[in-house]
């Protein structure tokens, strides 16, 4: 366990991210349609859901959780689905408000992202399906995509 830093420590030494702990919060795989599913030439349609969360577990420190669904459909039935939750705790302490968002909405899911790709992969093989590797994401892009989604929700709400 580490030491907590005192915020005149923080103050003093300025800005500070850590990666205190990456691991797996949440892991789920369902094969609904085996063996039958075996037995068809495998093409498959995969689809590919991303979410991301966080919550303010101490001052300054976040548990940021990366939500990754994987469907592989063969003609309209489920051949695998695989949920992976995958978190970390991060210290984030001396970043203005403008700085803090971003980096909880797109830094820190870029680091947790090869994890949960690697699990992702390693789930589908030990489930007797072809390798998947998941393409990498630009999780810039999709912050702020979700912000601009929070801001256009927000305008709606107002009218």
Known sequence: MTEKPTEQA????GPRFEIQRVYVKDLSFETPNTP???LQEWQPEVSVDLGVSNTEIDK???EVILSVTVTAKMKEKIAFLVEVKYAGIFVMM???????K???GALTPNILFPYARETVSDVVTR???PQLLLAPVNFDAYYQQ????AEKTDDSTKH
């Open 94 to 100: 001396g970043f203005p408000d403008e700085q803090l």
């Open 102 to 104: 971003p980096m909880l």
């Open 10 to 13: 923080t103050e003093q030494q």
């Open 36 to 38: 039958q599913v075996f």
């Open 60 to 62: 300054g420190v976040y």
């Open 127 to 129: 489930g007797s399906f």
């Open 146 to 149: 979700q912000q601009a989604q």
